[in-house]
């Protein structure tokens, strides 16, 4: 897993928690991580405080591969705000471990004519420096990029 280097967009950062603070600084290490249930291994996204699964309260933070496939997307053509330059692809990618987990993310490095449901992908992470931990976004860019 890579961090993207130099500049990059504008993006409204999310508050830092207890609760999601790993998910967006791990990428600092180049993992991406999502809550886990100690007891049936259940991989939990986003962050509740019981296993959905067993209802265990036995939940800790634990890497994935990092490895997706995308379930949907949308190319969008329309400045809302400062952003990703335009035209970019919103996507919605499945991890490999467990596909019920789900992220709303950007699709990057892939020619739109090349974007297929189910191609594989790879994760990537775009740092912002913030003043309570550096954020780290999670993208994704396809696995033979």
């Not at 290490?29 to 986003?46: T, V």
């Not at 949907?72 to 467990?98: D, K, S």
């Not at 994760?123 to 696995?143: A, K, Q, S, T, Y």
């Amino acid at each position: 897993m890579s961090v993207i280097e130099g500049e990059v967009p504008f993006r409204v950062l999310p508050a830092l928690t207890e609760q999601n603070r790993d998910f967006w600084t791990a990428g600092a290490r180049g993992e991406l991580r999502f809550w886990r249930c100690g007891d049936c291994r259940h991989w939990i996204h986003p962050w509740q405080p019981i296993c959905p699964a067993c209802h265990s309260k036995s939940l800790a933070t634990e890497a994935v591969s990092g490895r997706a496939a995308l379930a949907t997307y949308t190319i969008n053509h329309q400045q809302w705000m400062p952003g990703p330059q335009l035209p970019y692809v919103v996507a919605i990618v499945e991890i490999v471990e467990q596909p019920s987990v789900r992220l709303t993310t950007n699709l990057v490095n892939c020619p739109h004519d090349r974007i297929r449901i189910g191609m594989p992908l790879r994760v990537i992470f775009e740092p912002h420096p913030d003043p309570d931990g550096d954020i780290f976004i999670p993208l994704f860019e396809p696995e033979d990029a």
